[in-house]
């Protein structure tokens, strides 16, 4: 099926690692021109050149999401770079768990903030788009009261809840916002791989909790992604899709 995304443009934060790297990858597979951030200057590098054969374009910038003007500045240069934006995808998440007064700011800034500040300064350019679409990437933990509870938990809950208002708001406008909440994703350097090797009771848990009896892998999610962005996805807007694998035992009315 063609997804109609071809020469379409897009914005991706945290793309050298497990699902942003994936969507990345599948976006620029399907035709589009996208620009990438990551905080660490050879990441960004190396994706670049790995992914440099796509159909798509593909551009890279080391930047710190959580800095208003370092976000909102790499925004301005990829729309320059690629002559517009039509679909922005919130990815970055500081996976700071914890109770802290710490956990809960990087928590605020990074996951949730830095949503915010994107949308907003991809704005004027969306609303210039002819297939504008924004998808945030939240979680099944801001479903359920899990491990993640404290601080990650309440601020993708948080991510959810904003994405749908924008889908209110912007609807007049042709502007499409959605929100996938995955489940446990495991890649290698990812953190389920590192709770697998420093934490294994709790893997196995959080393994056996799936009824597939895996995770998810991060091309999974990042089709979820890339078929929300897709413009035959015109009606779908204000909508959380869970990618879980039936972890979730709540139902999602």
């Given at each position: 099926?063609?997804?109609?995304?071809?020469?379409?443009?897009?914005?991706?934060?945290?793309?050298?690692?497990?699902?942003?790297?994936?969507?990345?990858?599948?976006?620029?597979?399907?035709?589009?021109?996208?620009?990438?951030?990551?905080r660490t200057d050879s990441d960004?590098?190396?994706?670049?050149?790995?992914?440099?054969?796509?159909?798509?374009?593909?551009?890279?910038?080391?930047?710190?999401?959580?800095?208003?003007?370092?976000?909102?500045?790499?925004?301005?240069?990829?729309?320059?770079?690629?002559?517009?934006?039509?679909?922005?995808?919130?990815?970055?998440?500081?996976?700071?768990?914890?109770?802290?007064?710490?956990?809960?700011?990087?928590?605020?800034?990074?996951?949730?903030?830095?949503?915010?500040?994107?949308?907003?300064?991809?704005?004027?350019?969306?609303?210039?788009?002819?297939?504008?679409?924004?998808?945030?990437?939240?979680?099944?933990?801001?479903?359920?009261?899990?491990?993640?509870?404290?601080?990650?938990?309440?601020?993708?809950?948080?991510?959810?809840?904003?994405?749908?208002?924008?889908?209110?708001?912007?609807?007049?406008?042709?502007?499409?916002?959605?929100?996938?909440?995955?489940?446990?994703?495991?890649?290698?350097?990812?953190?389920?791989?590192?709770?697998e090797h420093d934490n294994p009771?709790?893997?196995?848990?959080?393994?056996?909790?799936?009824?597939?009896?895996?995770?998810?892998?991060?091309?999974?999610?990042?089709?979820?992604?890339?078929?929300?962005?897709?413009?035959?996805?015109?009606?779908?807007?204000?909508?959380?899709?869970?990618?879980?694998?039936?972890?979730?035992?709540?139902?999602?009315?």
């Open positions: 099926m063609d997804l109609q995304l071809d020469g379409l443009r897009a914005l991706v934060t945290g793309g050298t690692k497990g699902i942003g790297k994936a969507t990345v990858d599948m976006l620029a597979d399907e035709g589009v021109s996208v620009a990438f951030c990551a960004v590098r190396n994706t670049v050149d790995e992914l440099a054969q796509r159909k798509g374009r593909v551009l890279g910038a080391a930047v710190d999401v959580a800095d208003r003007d370092d976000l909102t500045g790499w925004v301005e240069r990829s729309a320059d770079e690629l002559g517009g934006i039509d679909i922005v995808v919130a990815n970055v998440s500081a996976l700071a768990i914890g109770p802290t007064e710490q956990h809960w700011q990087t928590s605020f800034q990074v996951d949730l903030m830095h949503t915010v500040r994107l949308v907003e300064a991809a704005m004027p350019h969306l609303e210039r788009s002819e297939s504008p679409s924004v998808i945030a990437v939240s979680s099944v933990s801001g479903r359920e009261t899990d491990f993640a509870a404290p601080a990650y938990g309440p601020m993708k809950a948080a991510i959810v809840h904003y994405t749908h208002s924008l889908a209110c708001q912007l609807a007049g406008k042709g502007i499409r916002a959605n929100s996938v909440s995955p489940g446990n994703t495991f890649f290698p350097g990812g953190v389920w791989n590192r709770i009771e709790l893997y196995r848990e959080a393994l056996a909790l799936n009824p597939t009896g895996r995770m998810a892998e991060p091309r999974e999610i990042a089709y979820a992604v890339t078929m929300l962005a897709s413009p035959l996805a015109s009606f779908i807007t204000g909508t959380n899709l869970l990618a879980d694998g039936a972890l979730s035992r709540g139902i999602q009315l």
